[in-house]
Nanobody, 115 residues
Framework: QVQLVESGGGLVQPGGSLRLSCAAS????????MGWYRQAPGKERELVAR???????NYADSVKGRFTISRDNGRNTVYLQMNSLKPEDTAVYYC?????????WGQGTQVTVSS
């Protein structure tokens, strides 16, 4: 079992930046990949970015060039740096980890982009 705890959400103006953190209760090297998903009101949860244990990354087209996912294995933490934020980025952001077919989710952190 792995517990994931997100932090770093909040209210930011369009064009601003936020960095989300996801702290895991055990070594993230035991997870085959970790990712960030988001869910806006009335919409389905969608993948934002993912990083494998080997460091490979992939991003949703809507965030390419603006968001960066990274990991600190020593701190068992995954980050999502979000720049040039837009109102359409407003959502609850969830951290995800998977290993051997098991999925783990954090409780989510709210990101609101508004002037």
């Amino acid at each position: 079992q792995v517990q994931l705890v997100e932090s770093g959400g909040g209210l930011v103006q369009p064009g601003g930046s936020l960095r989300l953190s996801c702290a895991a209760s055990r070594s993230i090297l035991s997870l085959s990949s970790m990712g960030w998903y988001r869910q806006a009101p009335g919409k389905e949860r969608e993948l934002v970015a993912r990083i494998t244990s080997g460091g490979s990354t992939n991003y949703a087209d809507s965030v390419k060039g603006r968001f960066t996912i990274s990991r600190d294995n020593g701190r068992n933490t995954v980050y999502l740096q979000m720049n040039s934020l837009k109102p359409e980025d407003t959502a609850v952001y969830y951290c995800n980890g998977n290993r051997g077919g098991s999925e783990y989710w954090g409780q989510g952190t709210q990101v609101t982009v508004s002037s």
